[in-house]
């Protein structure tokens, strides 16, 4: 209710004055001053789009000339030339806005040969696979090897299982473009 009232009360003073003299009930009384509202003035500016490429030269121009041997004496005109021609390369470059999709693909093991990566395991991809591996002993799964005297815990049987490499496993390698390399465990070092 008090909303209301606040919306048309509100309403009531940001309407026109003369509209409000034509009601007989608001007739009798003195007019309302009526609100200076500031009109906003529309400055169209050219935006440029390379402003911030701009910008960015002025900058690099600026720490290049400071960098000098002499920072008193102005640039030579050999040195200008080269500068010059480092900032018309720079603003000639092709400006990539799309990236093109890359389909993945499956780079094959030919010949037992490892392309992605390192020959051996990496510190890594061991210590999945015998985390992998001894949580898979510790819920009853069956060992590969018979159980050596020393192992006390499922990690250290599954330990022995990657030394010996009878764990049946596959390594993943991904590159950043998403092209990967199924690698299995029998092909490392």
């Known amino acids: 209710m008090i909303r209301l009232y606040n919306v ?5 003073y940001l309407s026109n004055p003369e509209e409000s003299k034509t009601t007989p009930e608001v007739a009798n009384t003195p007019a309302e001053p009526e609100l200076a509202t500031p009109v906003a003035e529309v400055i169209e500016t050219d935006v440029d789009p390379n402003l911030g490429l701009n910008k960015a030269l002025d900058t690099y121009r600026k720490l290049i000339e ?3 041997d002499n ?4 640039l030579t005109e050999k040195e200008q030339a080269k500068l010059e021609s480092r900032i018309t390369e720079i603003q000639e470059r092709k400006i990539i806005e799309k990236i093109e999709e890359h389909e993945i693909v499956e780079i094959p093991c030919e010949k037992n040969k490892i392309t992605i990566g390192p020959p ?7 210590a999945r696979i ?4 001894a949580l898979q002993l510790s819920l009853g799964a069956p060992p590969f090897i018979e159980i050596p005297k020393s192992a006390r815990i499922s990690l250290d049987i599954s330990m022995e299982e990657l030394e010996k490499r009878v764990i049946p496993i596959t ?3 991904v590159l950043p473009n998403g092209d990967y390399q199924n690698i299995p465990i029998d092909y490392f070092e």
């Open 120 to 126: 051996t395991l990496t510190r890594f991809e061991k």
């Open 71 to 74: 920072a008193l004496e102005p």
């Open 66 to 68: 400071k960098n000098m």
């Open 171 to 173: 390594i993943r390698r």
């Open 8 to 12: 048309l009360s509100e309403f009531r």
């Open 130 to 133: 015998m985390g992998a591996r």
